[in-house]
């Protein structure tokens, strides 16, 4: 278990969701498809396992539908973690 004390900014996506250039800003140099939620009901409907859409899609459908990003998110500096992942999030705080 990860035992580390940090300062942590929350931000609820449902009432103030990341704007399409967040979103970029967020995932630069990174594929945000590699963020997407693969729990939510569109991510399931549009078939996005099999046929992923483009970066820049994916961008504008997480800005238009926030449950569609995996979180928790955690950002330090330019590395960011999305989904539980408590090796990766030690790894994140070295």
């Known amino acids: 278990m990860l035992k580390k004390k940090v300062s942590l900014v929350e ?8 704007s399409e250039d967040e979103l970029r800003t967020l995932f ?7 963020f997407l939620n693969p729990r939510n009901e569109l991510y399931r409907k549009m078939g996005m396992k099999g046929h992923p859409p483009s ?6 459908l997480m800005a238009k539908e926030p449950n569609l990003i995996r979180r928790p998110i955690l950002v330090r500096g330019a590395r960011a973690v999305a989904g539980y992942d408590e090796e990766a999030y030690a790894d994140l705080l070295r």
Do not use: F, V
């Open 11 to 18: 931000r609820d996506l449902g009432r103030d969701p990341l």
């Open 28 to 34: 630069r140099g990174r594929d945000p498809r590699a």
């Open 55 to 60: 970066p820049e899609e994916t961008i504008r």
